[in-house]
């Protein structure tokens, strides 16, 4: 129940070898019964910043939804909540009607006057698919 504006810090400050120590070595990685020590697997090569931005839309949900509930009570982001699993519902919108687009959850979530990369460059391909056969692979 934090107000946190940024996501909290995800990687590790330090490497343990406790667990795959040696028994006569404290301290040592016994390599002939754990085998080889990765430090790669223990600690992430990337950029601290990089794990912050993944959990980016997470916090400011979060802190949308504890805003909201100090603002106007518990039932608020119960609310919004129910509206965000309505609205996100796998609702079929055929291709040639302009394809899978939320705008519903785009107000909900107060993206609605933003205009982001994913808006223009969705992943979608522009391939000419007739309407009875997405029906058709929809319906499989």
Request: aromatic share 4%; proline share 4%; hydrophobic share 35%.
């Amino acid at each position: 129940m934090s107000l946190r504006i940024t996501p909290g810090k995800a990687q590790p400050s330090s490497i343990s070898v406790a667990q795959t120590a040696s028994i006569s070595v404290a301290g040592v990685h016994d390599t002939l019964r754990h085998g080889n020590k990765s430090f790669a697997a223990d600690v992430n090569s990337r950029h601290p910043l990089e794990a912050r931005l993944q959990n980016w839309e997470a916090t400011q949900e979060e802190l949308r939804m504890e805003t909201l509930k100090r603002l106007y009570g518990v039932a608020e982001p119960v609310r919004r909540q129910m509206e965000l699993k309505l609205c996100g519902a796998d609702d079929f919108r055929p291709t040639a009607l302009g394809g899978p687009d939320n705008l519903h959850l785009d107000i909900l979530r107060g993206k609605d006057t933003t205009l982001d990369v994913e808006d223009v460059f969705d992943g979608r391909d522009m391939a000419n698919i007739d309407f009875h056969t997405e029906l058709e692979a929809r319906m499989r």
